[in-house]
């Protein structure tokens, strides 16, 4: 996994990019209550509002992590957006993107140095 210091992890798996909030992030908003997600065949730039997320704390937006295409969305995590919190990193995912360019995501930080970022 990468992860963005917008607390965003990215896991490629073959060329597309599963990306999320970290369980972090997750903690810091509390309860998540609607989520706003993208059309899948978006082309979208870095750093792009395309989730609006709302907690009972704040309303945020996930930014794209990288020049490209939607590809798939996460509709889970619109009817039960609890699932977010729940698993973060796993079944609260929010899209899948297919990257112009995958060496984007060489510059972004490995899990010890988010976890130094964090810290």
């Known amino acids: 996994m ?4 917008e607390h965003e992890w990215l896991l490629d798996e ?8 970290t369980a972090h992030a997750a903690e810091q908003l509390g309860d998540i209550v609607f989520v706003e997600l993208p059309d899948p ?3 979208v730039s ?13 309303a945020s937006d996930i930014l794209a992590p990288v020049d490209g295409e939607i590809v798939e969305v996460n509709e889970a995590i619109v009817a039960e957006p609890s699932k977010i919190n ?6 609260g995912w929010f899209f899948k993107i297919k990257p112009a360019d995958p060496s984007d995501m060489d510059d972004m930080m490995d899990e010890a140095a988010y976890k130094a970022f964090i810290g």
């Open 41 to 43: 065949e978006t082309e």
């Open 14 to 21: 073959d060329g597309i990019v599963t990306v999320g909030i």
């Open 46 to 58: 870095k750093d792009d509002e395309v989730v609006v997320i709302e907690s009972v704390k704040a």
């Open 2 to 5: 990468k992860y963005t210091e």
């Open 86 to 91: 729940e698993d973060p990193e796993g079944e």
